[in-house]
């Protein structure tokens, strides 16, 4: 089984703060990854999806892909009260069509 | 667009009765997929369709589960007989062929066996 790992935490940081979410695959050939944001009682929504190495901004939100580290990240710029859920890690697998799920981090922002 | 819409929002059943969960995709999607999320094991890709056929069933549990798609806009999850360690929430998401790889998630059912 190809694994996605992510720190369930919960992370908190303080409002107008940067919050880093991380993840690490284990598939090397791994080519496509996806941050997906889900509320609490909620479906996961896609906020970011990066292809490759270096960093894609989307607003508030960078995402950072390191394929030689197998490693992805989210930084989320100015964390509002509203980015308070659990951020899922998604790698694209091999069929190039299903998804394969880290178990996510809780992110809560204080105000 | 009204999006996936999976139904029944929740279930509760007893254990060894048949439980049946319903999804019908975005129109145009070509590709179904069924995931279940629990807390221990966090969110499983149980079985997904290409143009209604099933493509990989890998993560289905057990021959419990079954999976359909009749046609392109609707599928079933059943399992039977149910057992309390099936009490997970249950998503159907959809995507299309081209463009994006964006999957989109239906609101869930959530399953509770007794």
């Known amino acids: 089984q190809k694994e996605v790992e992510q720190n369930s935490g919960p992370l908190s940081v303080p409002e107008g703060a940067i919050a880093s979410l991380n993840c690490t695959y284990s598939?090397?050939?791994?080519?496509?990854f996806f941050w997906y944001r889900q509320y609490s009682g909620k479906s996961p929504e896609l906020i970011m999806s990066i292809y490759s190495n270096g960093d894609k901004e989307d607003g508030r939100f960078t995402a950072q892909l390191n394929k030689a580290s197998q490693y992805v990240s989210l930084l989320i710029r100015d964390s509002q009260p509203s980015d308070s859920a659990t951020y899922l890690c998604?790698?694209?697998?091999?069929?190039?069509?299903?998804?394969?799920f880290g178990k996510g981090t809780s992110l809560l922002v204080t105000p | 667009d009204a999006g996936v819409i999976q139904s029944p929002r929740h279930e509760v059943t007893e254990m060894g009765q048949e439980v049946t969960l319903r999804c019908k995709p975005i129109s145009g999607h070509d590709y179904l997929f069924w995931y279940r999320q629990t807390m221990m094991r966090g969110l499983e890709l149980l079985i997904y369709f290409n143009n209604n056929v099933p493509i990989d069933d890998s993560g289905m549990p057990e021959d419990r589960f079954s999976a359909k798609m009749p046609n392109a806009s609707f599928s079933t999850l059943k399992i039977q007989p149910s057992e309390p360690r099936d009490s997970a929430v249950y998503f159907c998401?959809?995507?299309?062929?081209?463009?994006?790889?964006?999957?989109?998630f239906g609101p869930g059912t959530r399953l509770l066996v007794l």
């Open positions: 998604a790698v694209l697998t091999d069929s190039g069509y299903a998804l394969n």
């Open positions: 598939d090397r050939v791994s080519q496509s």
């Open positions: 998401a959809s995507r299309s062929e081209g463009g994006q790889e964006t999957q989109y």
